[in-house]
């Protein structure tokens, strides 16, 4: 039995993490309807910055609010320089400028910074607490408790702001958004801003937990955009679904199978369910996009 709960309370906490890379692939996909290949280097810039400037001797609480605007004011550059000018091509062109965005956020953190790997202080220490024989780290209760908190803000931007309605209009009909005077230009570059923030959140809160690199972010990456297919592009729901999900899938896999298989195995499941229901767990529109 406590074998199972270690592995339950592994699962959510990698699950958590991935399921705010996945939500910021659905915000994204949602105003622009392609993929952002450069969420997994969001994720990286936020643990990376954090870290180094909790070296420089930045207190913490500074240094992680510090990342995430710093991330968040990334991802609004690459929207200007990179996204709005290549706006009139179509969504495969796009997606290849995400993956040039990528590789080029990659190379200038592995020559300003350094290819080594680096760790951030704990939150609130490192006593592991015990549960019913099964241990867990105070830092799984941050990851945990702050998807659950971002989940909840975002529920209110989107459901009581302007902003996070004029969000949802474009991405429910981008051409009838327009007509009513809604700046779907603007509605992008802030989505670019909100998904980086959001990656850069869920790199903060692993770097305790697993060490940061400047490569790190190639399978965080990935992993967010099969938890947002596992739970259908564009589902706010569905990407934390998915990402829990695949935690889960990784956690008990890695304990029961095998730790060789455990980045394989969500690939694997991805696959079977697109095959059984092509839209993902809660999606609901119809799989036109890719």
């Not at 603007?186 to 850069?200: C, D, I, K, Q, T």
């Amino acid at each position: 039995m406590f074998q199972f709960l270690q592995l339950f309370f592994t699962g959510l906490t990698i699950g958590s993490s991935y399921a705010l890379a996945a939500l910021g692939f659905s915000i994204i996909y949602n105003a622009s309807g392609v993929i952002n290949f450069a969420q997994g280097e969001f994720i990286m810039l936020g643990g990376m910055i954090a870290a180094f400037l909790s070296l420089a001797g930045v207190p913490l609480p500074v240094a992680v609010i510090a990342a995430v605007v710093l991330v968040g004011l990334v991802g609004l550059l690459v929207e200007k320089l990179a996204i709005e000018p290549a706006g009139k091509t179509d969504a495969t062109g796009i997606v290849i400028v995400t993956i040039g965005v990528s590789m080029i956020l990659r190379g200038l953190v592995e020559v300003t910074l350094d290819k080594k790997n680096h760790a951030l202080p704990a939150f609130s220490g490192t006593t592991p607490i015990s549960v019913l024989g099964a241990t867990i780290l105070p830092q799984s209760l941050w990851v945990m408790a702050t998807t659950a908190v971002v989940v909840i803000a975002l529920a209110v931007f989107f459901g009581r702001t302007r902003w996070g309605k004029g969000m949802l209009a474009t991405a429910h009909n981008r051409i009838a958004a327009q007509l009513v005077g809604i700046d779907t230009k603007r509605v992008l570059l802030a989505s670019f801003g909100l998904s980086a923030a959001l990656g850069a959140t869920g790199g903060i809160l692993l770097a305790p937990i697993a060490t940061t690199s400047y490569d790190v972010g190639i399978m965080l990456g990935l992993k967010g955009v099969v938890a947002a297919t596992l739970g259908g592009l564009g589902s706010g729901v569905g990407a934390v679904a998915g990402g829990v999900l695949l935690g889960l899938v990784e956690a008990f896999t890695a304990g029961y199978v095998s730790s060789a298989y455990k980045d394989a195995v969500p690939f694997v499941l991805v696959l079977v369910i697109l095959v059984v229901r092509p839209r993902g767990l809660f999606g609901l529109g119809p799989a036109t996009r890719v």
